[in-house]
């Protein structure tokens, strides 16, 4: 075999095993990442998951909304509350201790896998750290479900805008009721 042959041979086995190396972490990668979704995006099944799938779910904890189920000796305890964007609501279960900040009204995003039956089952919950933030996604699906433009100021308080009455789809003012 003359020595050109062997260098061919040789980055033709190169070329190979790069191409193995490539597609055996691209396949590792598509299996560990989780995409951002919001209540907007799952309830308009363009992005709808499979039930197997793990994805992060972000927004808003729905005001009123938080439910606590009395704990069993030697279990962990169970939460049920509401994700919402202002315009759609995805309803969340989660099993375990909630982080210090998580309260109503306060930007959440949670890591789980939707049921068939709809509801989000959370493995992992994280909640905002002080009172001006917002994670980057949650103002992402504020700003595409119209409650926020960014050009008419800063975001909107929780407080205002998730207490959207639900039939006309319009902020309740404090003190007042939606109908």
Avoid at 102 to 125: C, H, I, M, N, P
Avoid at 155 to 177: E, F, Y
Wanted: net charge positive; proline share 9%.
């Amino acid at each position: 075999m003359t020595r050109k042959k062997r260098r061919m041979w040789i980055l033709l086995l190169c070329a190979i095993g790069l191409g193995s190396a490539t597609a055996l972490t691209l396949t590792a990668f598509q299996d560990n990442l989780v995409f951002f979704r919001s209540p907007s995006d799952i309830m308009t099944g363009e992005q709808r998951p499979t039930p197997d799938r793990a994805f992060r779910l972000g927004g808003l904890v729905e005001a009123g909304s938080v439910q606590r189920d009395p704990t069993v000796a030697g279990q962990r305890p169970v939460v049920h509350f509401r994700v919402t964007d202002g315009a759609n609501v995805i309803p969340v279960t989660y099993q375990g201790v909630l982080p210090d900040l998580f309260r109503e009204g306060q930007g959440v995003v949670t890591l789980g896998k939707l049921g068939v039956d709809g509801v989000f089952r959370a493995s992992e919950v994280l909640a905002r750290h002080d009172e001006t933030y917002m994670p980057p996604e949650v103002a992402d699906a504020l700003k595409r479900a119209g409650h926020w433009q960014p050009d008419q100021g800063p975001a909107p308080a929780p407080a205002i805008w998730n207490t959207l009455d639900p039939r006309t789809q319009q902020p309740t003012m404090p003190g007042r009721t939606g109908s």
